[in-house]
């Protein structure tokens, strides 16, 4: 009897065995991440080339140092238009019709220029006309003295501070209203209700959409390839006309900048689920 019962408990575990194994497959061929199997082939094919094939050794070498160049374009350009936004935004939630005004002014114009224009705007006309009035102000400085990132800093800056002000206003428009007036009520002016009650709730909301902008960013940086700064793609294209090579410059960019996307995204997931009400 009892060697019976270990028989049908054998048995029981062989067949529970073979059911998890189809669910363990049935998991892994889920067409819903079908797409991640192949970005891996991808990458490590792009990482078997750079390690064995020469050619694509020698663009990763050359184009290796404008990763350096795009994230700090990225990170400066990015924490300069936070703050361009977060003024821009309380301009356009407050009640003082001319900076409300000249924020809207600000805002509607910026999102209706290509970045590109404004790049080249920034750099040729903006920047040279803010270096003549240093000039005519009697400081000794030429427009030389500008590096060219830097000015595609502020560009990007300037460009990204609309969107980033649409962001933060409506994160402070999405709090009710009543939390203000339970501030003032308690003897906050409204700039303290603003800091100590409104901005942090809001902060909290617009963290996601800035997280997305932030990779944004990141691939925007191109742009200043037209402007000869040292970054991926400037870097691609430079090697691509001394080798007079395509794909192996172009592969290792777009490998690149896929790797570093495909990371600030799982961060930006992470976050949004740290930072969800449900959590």
């Given at each position: 009897m009892q060697y019976a019962k270990q028989e049908a408990i054998v048995a029981q575990s062989k067949v529970q065995q073979h059911a998890r194994v189809p669910d363990r497959w049935r998991r892994m061929v889920n067409p819903k991440v079908l797409w991640a199997y192949v970005v891996v082939i991808l990458g490590i094919l792009i990482v078997l080339a750079i390690y064995f094939d020469p050619?694509?050794?020698?663009?990763?070498?050359?184009?290796?140092?404008?990763?350096?160049?795009?994230?700090?374009?990225?990170?400066?350009?990015?924490?300069?238009?936070?703050?361009?936004?977060?003024?821009?935004?309380?301009?356009?939630?407050?009640?003082?019709?001319?900076?409300?005004?000249?924020?809207?002014?600000?805002?509607?114009?910026?999102?209706?220029?290509?970045?590109?224009?404004?790049?080249?705007?920034?750099?040729?006309?903006?920047?040279?006309?803010?270096?003549?009035?240093?000039?005519?102000?009697?400081f000794g400085f030429s427009i030389r003295d500008v590096e060219m990132?830097?000015?595609?800093?502020?560009?990007?800056?300037?460009?990204?501070?609309?969107?980033?002000?649409?962001?933060?206003?409506?994160?402070?428009?999405?709090?009710?209203?009543?939390?203000?007036?339970?501030?003032?009520?308690?003897?906050?002016?409204y700039r303290q209700a603003m800091r100590y009650v409104i901005l942090p709730q809001a902060i909290r909301t617009v963290l996601p959409p800035l997280g997305n902008d932030f990779i944004a960013m990141l691939k925007d940086t191109s742009l200043a390839s037209a402007l000869a700064v040292g970054e991926i793609t400037h870097l691609s294209r430079q090697h691509r006309n001394r080798t007079f090579t395509t794909f192996q410059p172009l592969n290792v960019a777009a490998f690149l900048y896929l790797a570093m996307t495909l990371l600030l995204t799982r961060s930006v997931r992470?976050?949004?689920?740290r930072m969800s009400p449900n959590e």
């Open positions: 050619s694509y050794r020698d663009a990763f070498d050359y184009i290796w140092p404008g990763v350096q160049m795009t994230l700090f374009l990225t990170v400066t350009s990015f924490a300069l238009s936070l703050v361009i936004g977060l003024l821009a935004g309380l301009a356009r939630v407050s009640t003082n019709p001319i900076l409300y005004n000249i924020a809207t002014f600000y805002v509607e114009t910026i999102r209706g220029v290509p970045i590109l224009v404004q790049l080249l705007y920034v750099t040729f006309v903006i920047f040279p006309l803010f270096v003549d009035g240093l000039t005519a102000a009697g990132h830097t000015r595609v800093i502020f560009g990007l800056a300037l460009a990204y501070g609309a969107f980033e002000a649409e962001v933060f206003r409506a994160g402070i428009e999405s709090i009710d209203k009543g939390q203000m007036e339970a501030a003032r009520s308690l003897g906050m002016s992470y976050l949004e689920r």
